[in-house]
């Protein structure tokens, strides 16, 4: 008998970095339910991309600010299947000094970077453990080092490794959960950086002087989650800006 096609659930998947995971995971012969927040042309497109690749993707309209987004993405995932693969890479990466920093955009910066792929990796627990499955977390490497985004951002992505180690653990040995720590990234996010900051930190901080494609990530992060032996590590992926 056929063995059931793979399934994964990947947050973000309308652009950047999501849509080059929505599309390396159709490649890799999954079946893919992807989020997105609002860009329904955006997230058609990458359908469309998937379907070229003779993949098949779904999206899914859900703000992960709230839980009813998790509710939302888990029950359309739930009814295509079992999920073998969760890949938690929505984020946002709104920037504050402390002066600046309000209750509201720390509690969006929380919600959306932390508290929604907890619960999705709740949501899809008993799937992941049945297929003996991962969940790949997109931190930063501001996680690991301290964000030039200030609190919000680098509080969240280095809770986003303690996460990772946790459920690591708690889902052993059935589940391996990893994280991938990127740097400069070619999408919207970097871009939307000070230029004269985008400047500094290639000519200062990047040994390989490299900003990663999209699709560079999400095959390095879709080969982490392969590796039989690998759970709970996190894996910068910055050009060698931290050593
Ligand atoms: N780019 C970088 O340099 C870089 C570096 C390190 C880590 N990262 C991490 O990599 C991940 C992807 O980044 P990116 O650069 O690809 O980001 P991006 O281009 O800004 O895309 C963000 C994606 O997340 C979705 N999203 C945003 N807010 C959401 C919400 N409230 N609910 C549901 N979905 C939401 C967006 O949906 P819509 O299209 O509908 O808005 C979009 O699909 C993020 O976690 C980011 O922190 C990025």
């Given at each position: 008998?056929?063995?059931?096609?793979?399934?994964?659930?990947?947050?973000?998947?309308?652009?950047?970095?999501?849509?080059?995971?929505?599309?390396?995971?159709?490649?890799?012969?999954?079946?893919?339910?992807?989020?997105?927040?609002?860009?329904?042309?955006?997230?058609?497109?990458?359908?469309?991309?998937?379907?070229?690749?003779?993949?098949?993707?779904?999206?899914?309209?859900?703000?992960?600010?709230?839980?009813?987004?998790?509710?939302?993405?888990?029950?359309?995932?739930?009814?295509?299947?079992?999920?073998?693969l969760l890949v938690n890479n929505?984020g946002?990466?709104?920037?504050?000094?402390?002066?600046?920093?309000?209750?509201?955009?720390?509690?969006?910066?929380?919600?959306?970077n932390l508290?929604a792929p907890t619960?999705l990796a709740?949501?899809?627990?008993?799937?992941l453990?049945?297929?003996?499955?991962a969940i790949l977390n997109v931190s930063s490497?501001?996680g690991v080092?301290?964000?030039?985004?200030?609190?919000?951002?680098?509080?969240t992505k280095a809770g986003l490794i303690g996460l990772t180690k946790t459920l690591a653990r708690e889902l052993a040995?059935?589940v391996r959960c990893n994280a991938i720590a990127p740097?400069?990234?070619?999408?919207?996010?970097?871009?939307?950086?000070?230029?004269?900051?985008?400047?500094?930190?290639?000519?200062?901080?990047?040994?390989?002087?490299?900003?990663?494609?999209?699709?560079?990530?999400?095959?390095?992060g879709?080969?982490i989650s392969?590796w039989?032996?690998a759970s709970g590590i996190v894996v910068l992926?910055?050009?060698?800006?931290?050593?």
């Open positions: 008998m056929a063995e059931p096609r793979r399934l994964a659930v990947i947050t973000g998947g309308s652009r950047g970095i999501g849509r080059a995971f929505v599309l390396e995971a159709a490649q890799r012969g999954y079946d893919v339910v992807f989020s997105y927040r609002s860009r329904e042309a955006d997230a058609a497109k990458t359908v469309e991309l998937a379907a070229a690749l003779g993949g098949q993707a779904n999206s899914v309209c859900a703000d992960l600010e709230n839980l009813e987004g998790v509710h939302t993405l888990a029950s359309v995932a739930h009814a295509k299947g079992e999920v073998s929505a946002i990466g709104e920037e504050f000094t402390l002066e600046e920093l309000t209750r509201e955009a720390w509690e969006r910066s929380v919600a959306i508290t619960f709740k949501e899809f627990k008993a799937d453990v049945a297929r003996r499955g490497d501001g080092a301290g964000s030039l985004h200030g609190a919000a951002y680098g509080a040995p059935h740097g400069p990234v070619a999408t919207e996010m970097w871009f939307a950086i000070d230029p004269a900051v985008q400047q500094q930190v290639m000519e200062r901080e990047m040994p390989l002087k490299r900003i990663a494609q999209p699709e560079d990530i999400a095959r390095a879709l080969d392969s039989p032996d992926l910055d050009g060698g800006r931290i050593m």
